[in-house]
Antibody
Framework: QVQLQQWGAGLLKPSETLSLTCAVS????????WTWIRQFPGKGLEWIGD???????DYNPSLKSRVTISVDTSTNQFSLKMTSVTAADTAVYYC????????????WGQGTLVTVSS | DIQMTQSPSSVSASVGDRVTITCRAS??????LAWYQQEPGKAPKLLIY???SLQSGVPSRFSGSGSGTEFTLTISSLQPEDFATYYC?????????FGPGTKVDVK
């Protein structure tokens, strides 16, 4: 079954760019909208956006101006970049796979804690 | 954006208890609703999708119901491994949004 392994820098300074990558294995890469979700320290969850194998994207309007999601079909990986981070972007970032042709998610990556601090 | 609310925010229960969690959407979402369980330090795990369909491998003591704007997750007989936080999520329209969570802890 599909497995997701993610990585990226965990400590950033304000105004820097967050960069995370998620590798997909064990299943088809095409036909899904690969997704990024974050969870704040207070535990709230926020959908960031998604991308399919052709590069078609959807973004949360609240983050659209700062977020870019890209895909590399040669390596079955997708990536998240978020510019101009602030302390409010401190969260655990997850990549996730939508299931059943709908937008509920399973499995999720292991999560990456990103802390923004000067 | 569709706002999701959950009640209660926390519930204290004992092994064997029946636990019910309610999720409400600010707009009609038909049955485009999922429930997740999250244990400390782990990623959320999909339990229920399409409001009432049990994800493969999830014990049958979990069930979901509802449509439109009001939904429930029921654990028929709470087991020790069920003490966790539960989230609902609407999959009806962008941006997909989550409820604030309900923590089930030991009474």
């Amino acid at each position: 079954q599909v497995q997701l392994q993610q990585w990226g820098a965990g400590l950033l300074k304000p105004s820097e760019t967050l960069s995370l990558t998620c590798a997909v294995s064990g299943g088809s890469f095409s036909g899904y909208y690969w997704t990024w979700i974050r969870q704040f320290p207070g535990k709230g969850l926020e959908w960031i956006g998604d991308i399919n194998h052709s590069g078609s994207t959807d973004y949360n309007p609240s983050l659209k101006s700062r977020v870019t999601i890209s895909v590399d079909t040669s390596t079955n990986q997708f990536s998240l970049k978020m510019t101009s981070v602030t302390a409010a972007d401190t969260a655990v970032y997850y990549c996730a796979c939508p299931r059943g042709g709908a937008n509920w998610f399973d499995p999720w990556g292991q999560g990456t804690l990103v802390t923004v601090s000067s | 954006d569709i706002q999701m609310t959950q009640s209660p925010s926390s519930v204290s229960a004992s092994v064997g208890d029946r636990v019910t969690i309610t999720c409400r959407a600010s707009q009609y979402i038909s049955t485009w609703l999922a429930w997740y369980q999250q244990e400390p330090g782990k990623a959320p795990k999909l339990l229920i999708y399409a409001a009432s369909s049990l994800q493969s491998g999830v014990p049958s003591r979990f069930s979901g119901s509802g449509s439109g704007t009001e939904f429930t997750l029921t654990i028929s007989s709470l087991q020790p491994e069920d003490f966790a936080t539960y989230y609902c999520q609407q999959a009806n329209s962008f941006p997909f949004t989550f409820g604030p969570g309900t923590k089930v802890d030991v009474k």
